[in-house]
């Protein structure tokens, strides 16, 4: 998992270093006098803005499409960076206290100031590697604070081949590649995760990137949270995750990039952000003694 741990758990940390990827070349004119060179694919602008610096990790705040300026703002990060601990495999955590606090990042990646957490709305390592936070803040507070709009989760299932962008502020870096693929099943170490985003190998994500936001660049809107990389070409073991495909074949890829998708989130969240496991569609794994 792409965190920087430390402590007990230090000799997981990956890279000390960052790395940005170039542009992607250009390509090439169209030949013959009459020839027009085609136009690039639309791509919205990716910048820092709307992302966040923890301790430790990277995170966005974000929206659901049905959140309204008064919402009490999320921050979406991943499970493992939950500041109380890993969960583990099948645990999922609702309603926690917290007074985590977050560093609100403008759109060239200098420090604006800070959120504070109220609540851990919902976490886990289940399927999937989330934690979304409740912060003091409302949207509305936020844009006239700081001058920052949230960036939008999005509610469609990611698309091979698409343009992406991973927004690190922890390291106030940025990656640019694409969406190689998906993968039926991602395991690392005693986690498992469903359908998950794999780069092209542009994309070399390092420690402290856990939580990016995935940006779609045609549409500026989150496609994914970054969460592992393949660090040493270790089968399914913490920090070298391994593919599993629909036939139980496992493979490995070292120094691959991962991503889960987050595009089911916003069917679990009801008016004023209020998180409904049960709502119509949710499919988010629940903690015991909830059910549909």
Known sequence: MSRPLVGALATTVLGAAALVTAATPAGAAPVGAAAHKPKPPH????????????????????KMPSSQPNDPALVMTNGHCLESGMPSAGQVIVDQPSSRDFTVLDKSAGDLGSLQATKVVYSTMTDTDVTLYQTSSTYAQIEQKYGIKPLEISTDHPTKGAGITVVSGYWKKTYTCGIDGFVPTLKEGDWTWKDSVRYTAECKVIGGTSGSPVVDNSTGKITAINNTTNESGERCTLNNPCEVDANGNVTIHQG?????????I???????????????GCTLPKPSGVRR
């Open 43 to 62: 791509t919205k602008a990716v910048d820092f803005a709307g992302t966040v610096a923890l301790d430790d990790c990277s995170g966005s705040i974000v």
């Open 256 to 264: 691959t990039g991962y991503a889960e998708e987050v595009y089911t």
């Open 266 to 280: 916003p069917k679990c969240f009801g008016a004023g952000n209020t998180l409904d496991l049960n709502g119509a």
